[in-house]
């Protein structure tokens, strides 16, 4: 496998900030060079908190409303507070105002706009934030290329995890310690991606994404992601991908996949907001088909007003 060319986290971002604070509705920007959180916040001291990653393309942010949604199911097995949907549309419309041009992957001017609510510190409780960034080109390399994958086990099946609240099954919580980790460990085996596997190597998702393949066969098209439920993040763009391709005749189906109905579909992507859908060329070496077209038509119902 090629070793991957460059690692987005290191890429140099140029960020714009605003804090958002119900005194003030649209939010207050601030200088992202100087000090914001305080060193005992427990968004960073414990991962204490639940964020949202959104993508905007000329200025305006996709799915919106859906992101809400799934940062108010967060927030509420957090049992943190959650700013209002209009508090956070007028904090994101300020600071992509104030954003450094957004990325050109020849899609339109594209931002990453992060919301984050952390716990925060004892004395002063849970706040929120914005950060709009740029998207890097390494992500409009990852949509072109595609990337190369490696199945790695999750080490429990969080379909385990449903019943038990205080283990926030299907939050998008701060703590991605372990999904950064499976990435340097992919990394490690020249791949770019992980894909996690529980007991029976049933596939869950990405390490910062959800699993969408297709098979198409004798005129039938269906899209098949792992069942959304069972313990994962349920997927902001799988959902709107699945729900334009109903719209478009597909069947879809949700799961249970295992590795070797991946390596047979005619398609298999990694499928996130900022993202989109990427590819995968291979999956623990092995190659798998590539398929500009289907791409570019499963792009389209992301990308899709
Ligand atoms: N699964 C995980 C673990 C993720 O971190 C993400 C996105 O960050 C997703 C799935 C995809 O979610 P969405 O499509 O809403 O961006």
Redesign the pocket.
């Known amino acids: 496998m090629a070793p991957p060319a460059t690692d987005p986290q290191e890429e140099p971002v140029t960020s714009t900030v605003v804090v958002l604070d119900p005194a003030r509705p649209e939010g207050a920007l601030v200088d992202p060079s100087v000090p914001l959180v305080r060193i005992d916040d427990q968004g960073l001291t414990r991962g204490d908190g639940v964020f949202e ?1 959104m993508r905007a393309v000329d200025g305006r942010v996709q799915k919106f409303s859906a992101h809400h949604r799934r940062l108010t199911a967060s927030t509420r097995l957090a049992q943190l507070p959650v700013p209002s949907e209009e508090l956070c549309r007028r904090a994101v419309e300020l600071a992509l105002a104030h954003a450094a041009p957004g990325g050109d992957g020849g899609l339109g001017a594209e931002h990453s706009v992060k919301i984050t609510v952390s716990r925060g510190t004892p004395e002063d409780g849970p706040w929120s934030w914005i950060v709009v960034s740029p998207v890097p080109e390494s992500t409009f390399r990852q949509r072109r290329e595609g990337v190369d994958v490696v199945l790695l086990p999750r080490g429990h099946d969080p379909a385990h995890d449903a019943g038990y609240p205080w283990l926030l099954p299907g939050a ?1 919580t701060l703590s991605y310690a372990i ?1 950064m980790a499976a990435l340097r460990h992919a990394r490690s085996l020249g791949a770019e991606e992980a894909i996690f596997t529980a007991g029976g190597r049933r596939v869950l ?6 699993v969408v393949c297709a098979r198409v066969r004798d005129g039938n098209r269906v899209l098949v992601t792992p069942e959304p439920s069972h313990g ?2 349920p ?4 959902a709107k991908i699945f729900d334009a391709a109903r719209r478009d005749g597909w069947e879809l189906g949700y799961g249970p996949l295992y590795p070797a109905d991946l390596m047979t579909s005619d398609a298999v992507w990694l ?3 900022v993202r989109l859908a990427v590819p995968v060329r291979r999956l623990d070496a092995q190659p798998l088909p590539v398929d500009p077209g289907l791409t570019r038509l499963v792009t389209g119902y992301v990308t899709a007003d």
Do not use: W, Y
Request: without cysteine; glycine residues 12%.
């Open positions: 990653t998008k999904n998702e990405g390490a910062t994404s959800s994962i993040l997927g902001t763009t799988q499928v996130s907001s």
